[in-house]
């Protein structure tokens, strides 16, 4: 079983909707990460949090507004969004500090935008 | 600049036999870390092996290895003894600096079909 779980596993939603991704890490992580997984484009870091600080926006539209309210939890609010947000959402935990530490990732959220 | 390159986009192997999986990378920071992840029809990332910039001996884990060629900038994934379950997607990805949270980079992926 995986210790990085996400909700929904499929979502579909129009346009003018308001919807929420949830994460959620067993693992005792300090940093969390949500990651856009487009066809035919390599998987691209959105947000970046680091002890429930948020240290990364890599140029998200404001469509897309994240929360952290605790190092276990991660949440995507999402509204107003365009068809060309419909892909696969990723969510990642790792230990945080020097050295290695791989990524775990959840299963996604394969979201469709009507 | 692509800072991840996999120039296979996808690649056919027989049962059994052995694949290479290219992978290139691109960066001006000594210390940095290569991983590979697997990506079945299902969606989740598996972590498969990981190389760190420093380290002086090629990664394995069990039948995956990692032909580093940090001279030439590359992470080659090799998988020994492929099974029909190694069918999938397979990401390169690498981590600049080693401090503090992660920005991993991931290339384009290649998929990997094992035919009986």
């Known amino acids: 079983e995986t210790g990085v779980t996400q909700t929904p596993r499929h979502l579909v939603m129009g346009m003018t909707n308001k919807k929420s991704l949830k994460c959620e890490q067993h693992?005792?992580?300090?940093?969390m990460y949500w990651y856009k997984q487009s066809a035919k484009k390599p998987l691209e870091l959105m947000f970046v949090?680091?002890?429930?600080?948020?240290?990364e926006n890599n140029s998200v539209p404001s469509r897309f507004s994240p929360e952290c309210p605790n190092s276990s939890h991660l949440f995507l609010h999402l509204h107003t969004l365009q068809p060309e947000d419909s892909a696969l959402y990723l969510c990642?935990?790792?230990?945080?500090?020097?050295?290695?530490?791989?990524?775990?990732f959840g299963p996604g959220t394969r979201l469709t935008v009507t | 600049a692509q800072k991840i390159t996999q120039t296979q986009p996808g690649m056919f192997v027989q049962e059994k036999e052995a694949v290479t999986l290219d992978c290139t990378y691109d960066?001006?920071?000594?210390?940095?870390?290569l991983f590979w992840y697997k990506q079945p029809s299902s969606g989740e990332m598996i972590f498969l092996i990981y190389?760190?910039?420093?380290?002086?001996q090629n990664a394995t884990e069990g039948r995956y290895s990692l032909n580093f060629q940090k001279a030439r900038k590359s992470a080659n994934l090799v998988i020994s003894a492929s099974q029909l379950g190694d069918s999938a997607m397979y990401f390169c990805?690498?981590?600049?600096?080693?401090?503090?949270?992660?920005?991993?980079?991931f290339g384009q992926g290649t998929r990997l079909t094992i035919n009986p």
């Open positions: 693992l005792g992580h300090n940093a």
């Open positions: 990805a690498m981590r600049e600096g080693l401090q503090g949270a992660q920005k991993l980079v």
């Open positions: 949090y680091n002890f429930k600080e948020q240290t």
């Open positions: 190389q760190g910039s420093y380290d002086q």
């Open positions: 990642a935990s790792s230990p945080s500090g020097e050295g290695r530490y791989e990524q775990y």
């Open positions: 960066t001006s920071d000594p210390s940095y870390g």
